[in-house]
Nanobody, 122 residues
Framework: QVQVVESGGGLVQPGGSLTFSCAASGFRVEHYAMGWFRRGPGKERAGVLCISDGGSINNYVDSVKGRFTIARDNAENTVYLQMNNLRPERTAVYYC???????????????WGKGTKVIVSS
């Protein structure tokens, strides 16, 4: 079945780092746009970073620039979100998604993971 599964969430202290993994099955990640999204407490889900089939990267949130990095390992068919210098306001459920229907990176994400939660707290 076509799916993406996130892993790597947990509790981390402010200033710490985490890396989320998004393991894909049923398709190759290098052939489609892949994105990371998040939903913070009391907030709507919003895009964080995405990577196109060609490897172009776009950030949706200026606050993560230089702190978060999206990466793709084609051999492992996995997309990663590396998060450095985490702040409490980054506490959220993070989702991986794939756009399997078009080449757009800012829309069309129809294949979603269940999400993985990060709590940034002392």
């Amino acid at each position: 079945q076509v799916q993406v599964v996130e892993s790597g969430g947990g509790l981390v202290q402010p200033g710490g780092s985490l890396t989320f993994s998004c393991a894909a099955s049923g398709f190759r990640v290098e052939h489609y746009a892949m994105g990371w999204f998040r939903r913070g407490p009391g907030k709507e889900r919003a895009g964080v970073l995405c990577i196109s089939d060609g490897g172009s990267i776009n950030n949706y949130v200026d606050s993560v620039k230089g702190r978060f990095t999206i990466a793709r390992d084609n051999a492992e068919n996995t997309v990663y979100l590396q998060m450095n210098n985490l702040r409490p306001e980054r506490t959220a459920v993070y989702y991986c998604a794939a756009n399997l229907t078009s080449r757009a990176t800012n829309s069309g994400y129809g294949t979603w993971g269940k999400g993985t939660k990060v709590i940034v707290s002392s």
